[in-house]
């Protein structure tokens, strides 16, 4: 969408309201125009149906495809600027990549209170001064109006004029302030909110910056020389080879510039460690944007941030969102974290907006791995992005390799064989902490009937219910549903039900039976629910003593555990032949950041693998070569196979709690995209429909389209023509669907 130069006095304005459809919604200009005269980017409130919603104005035009007169008034105008330039381009991008609806697209990336209309405040201030002819102005002309009378009063009593808040705080409104301007006795101007004056070079830091390795310092003066244009680099680092330190090294240089920096983390990667080091570091504010923010703090971050006056900005995935006034470097950290990736709605991934945020300020973007995904692996691989290594861990020992351990026809004991249960006894005698990484809470898999077969299953999903002991019932992990458990089976009557398989809670029990003297610390979602749980939990551990501890994924990612010398994966098995071609890739990641938590301080690690597949020739790339070995394989395979990174993909996802529903509607679109793929010679490919890989959810069934192309223009061109149609089917409306654009998961 071109910007469209603004007439001065449109007398048509092209709105983005929070709707489905794919289209502005032209609307008359209110009576009274914003100070800074109408165009795009400033937040209006209009009448919606029966409803009165925010919108934001993007054209201003003489003309509308409807008649003039038919056009209804805005009911006012919330801002009086624009939204920031950065934002509403970042906006306009990701609703054209990702094929999303812009009005929806805006109010996502908007913090809450200025979605629901509240007032933008701190990127400027406003002063109301009183005129010449205010100050002449005869005592009887406000005779009627006694407040706007006693409003010029005190505003004649401050020649320099006063900020808004000053007025309002004396009880006079907005509205009287205009009324007075209209009559031309008080004038408005507008302050910009000065940004906080730059840190003197030598007072940026409050703590020292760490002396850094060779590695390290190669590549900090690698990305030095790169800091005032568009330089996407992969600093492609193992595990505790101190990627963090080059980060806070290459954030001095840039706030020194008077530059903002941006850093995005994966979910489970901004823990109040992580904070604390940064603001530890610096001298100056460091901004956190987490799931935790009331709306306000929301707001206040955001604002700051635009403003300049936040210098660094950490958040998660929707940080990305943030404005800038000042942009000077976007870091991305565990660029490969599958949190990143928007799983509904608008199904952005912040990685890849930041590439082309960090594209568009013409500025430095970091992706930081130390199992980067294969797509940057590849644009590192073919020289469009840089790649930066650090091989070397800060500490003495380097990342410990995986021992296999084969699983079969073994007797497990909470999913433990004697073996592994004996290494961790060693290990506790020795002093030190275990790790055992188990990817399944709850106390088993799921419940199963002895004498028939009968398995605990979800009414409302394809999936079994998982057993929890604390408290004890069945557990949808998909949709939530929650059942007692059963006395006896309900297809045979038997009593003999057993879990089946483990996981979190049912390790817990073992290691505790087997080693009542140590302490065992179970870190999962149930365990960590209440806030500060985790933190708590993590600060017991690092006090040192010997302990176990026994978690999902959540203990795999990003902590600092310098006590823990060996680390169990209780099954490595999830990933290896799924149907989906990323869950190798994912697994070997995971796996990979796993085994880093082992050995990081002073004493060598081990790594321990059970699985059942000890001869599979990927697992045993990973193991004896690394995770870089492994990715570079998966990439020829996936190249071969005519795979991302080497093509481009698409998916149309339908979901309807009637089966009927969603086959007809999926079938309809899959032809009609044929039909239109074939006339115009595309040279893009329609699979399906096929059923999702878990085809009921929640009772909803759901189906999926696959678009894949090489270029990745046509492959946008083929998803706009099908959301086009989609939106004129009148069966469309029946079903829900929506387009993923580069899908992580299929
Ligand atoms: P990564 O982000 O690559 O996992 P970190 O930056 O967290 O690694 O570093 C791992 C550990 O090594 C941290 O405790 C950090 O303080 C330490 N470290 C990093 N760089 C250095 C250095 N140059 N000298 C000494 N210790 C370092
Ligand atoms: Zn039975
Ligand atoms: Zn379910």
């Not at 929707?318 to 608008?346: N, R």
């Not at 878990?694 to 270029?711: D, G, I």
């Amino acid at each position: 969408m071109p910007d469209i130069p603004c007439p001065p006095a449109p007398r048509v304005l092209g709105i983005a309201m929070p709707s489905p459809l794919r289209r502005l919604f032209d609307y008359r200009p209110c009576q009274t125009a914003p100070a800074a005269g109408w165009q795009p980017g400033l937040r209006v409130r209009v009448s919606f149906g029966r409803r009165q919603v925010v919108g934001v104005v993007l054209e201003c035009r003489e003309h509308s495809t409807l008649p003039l007169a038919d056009l209804k008034p805005i009911e006012a105008c919330l801002d009086d600027a624009p939204l920031p330039a950065d934002w509403l381009w970042l906006c306009r991008f990701t609703a054209r990549y990702y094929q999303h609806p812009l009005g929806g697209t805006l109010h996502q990336a908007l913090p809450t209170l200025l979605r629901q209309g509240r007032p933008l405040q701190g990127r400027t201030r406003e002063r109301w001064r009183v005129t010449s002819q205010g100050l002449d102005a005869a005592p009887e002309r406000l005779a009627r109006a006694p407040r706007q009378a006693a409003l010029l009063g005190m505003l004649r009593q401050h020649p320099h004029g006063l900020v808004s808040q000053a007025v309002l705080a004396q009880s006079f409104t907005r509205d009287q302030l205009r009324a007075l301007a209209d009559k031309g006795l008080v004038e408005r101007s507008e302050e910009p909110l000065a940004a906080p004056p730059l840190t003197e070079p030598g007072r940026l830091l409050a703590e020292p910056a760490l002396p850094l390795n060779h590695e390290q310092a190669a590549t900090l003066a690698a990305l030095h020389e790169g800091l005032e244009a568009f330089h996407p680099c992969l600093l492609h680092g193992v595990t505790g080879s101190g990627k963090t330190e080059v980060y806070l090294q290459l954030i001095e240089a840039v706030v020194a510039r008077g530059r903002q920096a941006l850093v995005l983390v994966p979910e489970i990667g901004l823990t109040p460690q992580t904070l604390a080091r940064f603001r530890r570091r610096f001298r100056m504010p460091v901004v956190a944007l987490h799931s935790g923010l009331t709306d306000h703090e929301r707001l206040d971050a955001w604002t700051a941030a635009a403003s300049g006056r936040a210098p660094i900005v950490i958040g998660t995935r929707s940080a990305v969102f943030t404005p800038l006034a000042c942009p000077g470097v976007i870091i991305v950290d565990e660029e490969h974290d599958g949190s990143f990736k928007q799983q509904e709605g608008l199904r952005y991934h912040a990685r890849d907006l930041a590439v082309a945020r960090a594209h568009h300020h013409h500025i430095p973007l970091v992706l930081g791995s130390a199992t980067p995904s294969l797509e940057s692996l590849q644009r590192a691989l073919a020289g469009d992005y840089r790649h930066l290594r650090l091989t070397q861990r800060a500490s003495r020992h380097p990342p410990a390799r995986l021992e296999l351990i084969d699983l079969r026809g073994r007797r497990r004991q909470g999913g433990l064989i004697p073996p592994v249960l004996e290494a961790i006894g060693e290990t506790l005698a020795a002093g030190h902490q275990v790790l055992v990484f188990i990817n399944r809470r709850g106390f088993a898999p799921t419940l199963a009937c002895h004498a028939c077969g009968w398995l605990a299953e979800c009414d409302h999903c394809d999936a079994r219910m998982t057993l929890h002991r604390q408290p004890p019932l069945l557990a949808c992990h998909h949709c939530d549903r929650r059942r007692p458990l059963p006395d006896a089976c309900p297809e045979c009557g038997s009593a003999d039900l057993r879990p089946l398989g483990s996981g979190t809670e049912r390790t817990e029990e073992t290691l505790a039976e087997r080693f009542p003297e140590t302490p065992v610390y179970r870190i999962d979602r149930d365990s960590t629910r209440r806030r500060d749980a985790l933190e708590q939990l993590l600060g017991e551990v690092r006090r040192g003593a010997p302990c176990l501890l026994v978690g999902t994924q959540m203990l795999a990612k990003g902590h600092h555990l310098p006590h823990v010398t060996l680390v169990v994966v209780v099954n490595a098995d999830a990933g290896l032949y799924a149907s989906d071609f990323r869950a190798l890739e994912h697994s070997a990641q995971l796996l990979e950041q796993v085994a880093g938590r082992a050995g990081r301080a002073a004493h060598r690690g081990r790594v321990l693998v059970q699985t059942m597949h000890a001869d599979d020739p990927n697992l045993r790339l990973l193991a004896h070569q690394g995770y870089d070995a492994l990715a570079e394989q998966l990439l020829e395979e996936r190249r071969a196979a005519a795979l991302p990174p080497f093509r481009f993909l698409a998916l149309l996802r339908l979901e309807s709690p009637r089966d009927e529903a969603v086959q007809a509607l999926a079938g309809a679109a899959a032809r009609a995209l044929r039909d239109h793929l074939g006339e115009h010679r595309l040279d893009v490919d329609c699979l399906g429909p096929v059923p999702a890989p878990m085809e009921r959810r929640q009772n909803r069934y759901h189906l999926q389209v696959m678009l894949t192309a090489e270029k990745r223009s046509r492959l946008h061109a083929a998803v706009a023509w099908l959301a086009t149609w989609l939106e004129a089917e009148p069966a469309a409306r029946r079903v829900r669907w929506s387009l993923d654009i580069d899908p992580q998961t299929l």
